[in-house]
């Protein structure tokens, strides 16, 4: 059975046998709300330190239970947990869906499906540009987050009633947002827009970090190949060393860091002490080799194998006339539509158009017929913009 503590409404489970109980009703519905608690900032790995899952019942969302699960207790198997993810007949409805993700993935090998994420849904049925949760508890559940708890140390036992309260929000009040949105995605013909958002979150590579790939997250202005070369090499050993040892990466050396040793070079572990940025405990030890092994590899990289510089929108030729018409294009859009501007284009995507480039995400998909097919009708001089009123709208020309 499922613990009651401190009182008799939150119940926090302790043992296998009582999250499988759980998750046995969960089979049995249509969705589960799920939301997590972790810590990050002393590790690389998110550490899950409490899962809260909730219901629908029989007398509305509001009526169903609603659980706390340990998984710091000992003994407990999240397996339970796990093999509900799996199952296609219910689905797991979550809030700014992707650090959970990355947990489920990580620990458990396996990714909720189907998923509902009330961020995004709540971006397409016009809530703004990643609507917060407590927006949309007040908007659609008429009811407040107590945010008082929200920064306390998770990983600390036992938890406070205060902290269980918070935790037990989380997934009590998405029951009601989430059908809320469910029913105007249904209404507006949109719920294959959503479907089409979650396709990244359901990738198991979105949650997969390649120390090789590390370098392309640090920003720099030096296009050097032989700069670029080493900054991968250097950017590798610390994402693999931060791996290995489950530490954050900055905690090994941060990026200014490592973009002075991608600079001035350094070949033998004395020249690190000639190094501004670098803290004393990289200067020695198995970091401080691996760095002087790194610019090694990056000095004697072929020059064919020099990794290409990241496009930046500061390398595109843009034609500025054209990315302002563009913008102006997208409000209107998204004015019309209800939907977040963001969520259509991105600024970087008006640039690459503005550029001439095709190979961008706005003229895929449902964004296409919202806006990528007239922004490229409004390149190619087809369509104007023309002002009716309050309101922007593309005609033809």
Known sequence: MANSRPT???????????????????????????????????????????????????????SGPAVLVDPLAQGLSLAPFYALLRDESTVKVLHAARQDLEIFCIEGQVLPTPLFDTQIAAMVCGFGDQVGYETLVRKLARGQIDKSSRFTDWSRRPLTE???????ADVTHLRVVYEKLAAQLQQSGRAGWVIEELAVLADPNTYITRPEEAWKRIKTRNDSGRFLAILRELAAFREAYAQRRNVPRNRVFKDDALIELASVKPRQLDDLGRTRLLQREARKGEIAQGIVEAVAAGLDCEPECFPAPQ??????????????????????????????????????????????????????????????????RLCDGKVG??????RVEAIAL
């Open 8 to 62: 008799p409404q939150i119940q926090l489970i302790t043992t296998t046998e009582a999250l499988a109980e759980f998750c046995a009703k969960a089979h049995d519905a249509p969705y589960v709300t799920v939301d997590t608690e972790f810590l990050r900032e002393r590790t690389y790995y998110a550490q899950l330190c409490l899962l809260q899952m909730a219901l629908p019942g029989p007398d509305g969302p509001e």
């Open 311 to 376: 496009n930046g929108r500061e390398n595109l030729q843009v034609n500025p006339a054209l990315a302002d018409l563009l913008r102006v294009l997208l409000k209107a859009k998204s004015d019309q539509t209800g939907v977040a501007a963001k969520l259509i284009a991105s600024s970087a995507d008006l640039d690459a158009l503005a550029a001439g480039l095709r190979d961008v995400p706005a003229l895929t998909g449902w964004r296409a017929s919202v806006f990528g097919d007239d922004a490229l």
């Open 385 to 390: 913009l023309a002002v009716k009123g309050e």
């Open 162 to 168: 205060a902290q269980m309260n918070y935790a037990l």
